[in-house]
Each structure stands twice: as structure tokens, then as C-alpha cells.
């Protein structure tokens, strides 16, 4: 499966965004998705995941009640609603794919990441 992540910008602190995934190339409804980021200087660290239905979540605590994820199977895309942005969530944001019916698994696809920057 080939990822494609898009909809990262710059905003201000207490702002909202975006991001969306495309897949191609498999069926996406047999893959759990999740969203992880890299900061300058640190190591990439997981954000959220779905599982192949949506009906199951999980979320890092830095962004439980602020971000949302979601997906449509019909448009092959997983969704990052991110809202109340803070400067501290300045990162790439990369998605993955994996091939488990658990909800988090080690992810052996990944997209291209898609930069956010939040200003204070």
C-alpha cells in the first residue's frame, strides 16, 4: 500500500487543521492506520490509531480530547482533525499502515510526512 499524507500548514496556537491520507495500491479497508510525528530533534512518537472498521481508537494522551481521527473506506483516506493547536505539537506528521485486526501494531507502511507548525 502506498501512502499519501497532505493538509499540514502553519497556524496559530488554538487553531485547527486537517490532515489527510490517501491510499492506493491495496485494499484499505484490511489495514489499521495510525498517525505518528516527529519534532526537530526528537524521536518520531505515535499520536493515534484507528482500527480497519473505525470502530476502534487509541490516542496518546498529549492529544486525547483535542484530536480526533477518523476514516472512510469508500475514499481509501484516514482523516487527523486536530484542534486547540499548541506550539508543542510543531512536527511532521507521518501516517501508517498495518495489516493487524488489532487496533495498534507495528506499522511496516509509512507516507511521506506533512509539516505543522503552530505558532504562539
Known amino acids: 500500500v502506498q501512502l499519501q499524507a497532505s493538509g499540514g500548514g502553519l497556524v496559530q496556537a488554538g487553531g485547527s487543521l486537517r490532515l489527510s491520507c490517501v491510499a492506493s495500491g491495496s485494499t484499505f479497508s484490511t489495514y489499521g492506520m495510525g498517525w505518528f510525528r516527529q519534532a526537530p530533534g526528537k524521536e518520531r512518537e505515535f499520536v493515534v490509531a484507528?482500527?480497519?472498521?473505525?470502530?476502534?481508537?487509541y490516542y496518546a494522551d498529549s492529544v486525547k480530547g483535542r484530536f480526533t481521527i477518523s476514516r472512510d473506506n469508500a475514499k481509501n483516506t484516514v482523516y487527523l482533525q486536530m484542534n486547540s493547536l499548541k506550539p508543542e505539537d510543531t512536527a511532521v506528521y507521518y501516517c501508517?499502515?498495518?495489516?493487524?485486526?488489532?487496533?495498534?501494531?507495528?506499522?511496516?507502511?509509512w507516507g511521506q510526512g506533512t509539516q505543522v507548525t503552530v505558532s504562539s
Open positions: 484507528i482500527s480497519r472498521s473505525g470502530g476502534g481508537t
Open positions: 501508517a499502515a498495518h495489516r493487524s485486526e488489532a487496533v495498534v501494531a507495528f506499522y511496516d507502511y
